[in-house]
């Protein structure tokens, strides 16, 4: 009784070892679907980061006009009254920058807009900044 048992039991034992094709098959199906999701996520996340490292240097470049607008102010006292443009070298890259003046209510104060790009006449900057001057403030 004992033999038969061990028999039954070394049959059964055998239809168990392993994995069936089909098994294996969707088992990599899905480690591949995983895979392909975490490709396109880690992708979009270095592209991501790209961007907002451009935007961060475009943003310096910006605010370094604005301050040279405003020492120049400073020192004249007069607020800018017509476009300008040029360039910039920061982070081993060439920024372009334009800065337009923009007319308030209030003849003294000039709104000044300055728009980054990294291509020369770009129309879609990668930042704007609006800054104020003014021509009161000298003593």
């Known amino acids: 009784m004992m033999n038969k048992y061990i028999r039954l039991n070394k049959k059964h034992s055998k239809r168990q ?76 890259r060439t920024w372009y920058w334009q800065i337009k003046p923009v007319k308030t209510a209030n003849e003294g104060f000039i709104q000044m807009q300055v728009s980054v790009s990294d291509e020369p006449n770009s129309n879609q900057p990668l930042v704007t900044v609006m800054a104020m001057a003014d021509i009161y403030h000298r003593r």
């Open 17 to 92: 070892q392993g994995f069936t094709l089909i098994e294996v098959m969707v088992a990599l199906f899905i480690v591949a679907t995983a895979i392909s999701a975490l490709m396109l996520k880690m992708m979009s996340l270095v592209d991501d980061t790209v961007y907002l490292d451009q935007k961060t240097i475009a943003h310096w470049v910006a605010l370094n006009q604005i301050e040279l607008q405003r020492i120049s102010n400073k020192n004249s006292n007069k607020v800018l009254s017509e476009q300008k443009s040029g360039q910039e070298e920061m982070a081993n």
